[in-house]
């Protein structure tokens, strides 16, 4: 069942970060040009996103790789029997 899943996230990233903007870029292409030269258009303009995107990335990883998350340390006993616990029939009454 996790191979299934792992498969359809791997299917939802390509679609998301592939096929979609592929075919959006193929869509707003001038219809007038041939096949071939919207194809390499569309695929000319996907290598530019890739660009934009992989130059993101790589300056958020770059400067923000680290994030100072403060916290509290919290210290105590834990309970050693039952008894310890409280009754809540009694609190209820």
Do not use: H
Request: aromatic content about 18%; glycine content about 4%.
């Amino acid at each position: 069942m996790e191979t299934l899943w792992f498969i359809i996230y791997m299917i939802v990233a390509v679609l998301v970060s592939i096929l979609i903007p592929f075919a959006q870029f193929m869509y707003e292409t001038d219809d007038e040009k041939s096949i071939t030269s919207r194809l390499l258009t569309a695929l000319f303009y996907e290598v530019c996103l890739f660009i934009v995107i992989g130059i993101a990335f790589f300056i958020s990883y770059a400067y923000l790789r680290y994030a100072y998350i403060p916290f509290t340390l919290v210290t105590g006993t834990t309970f050693s029997s039952s008894t310890d616990l409280i009754n809540i029939d009694s609190i209820l009454g």
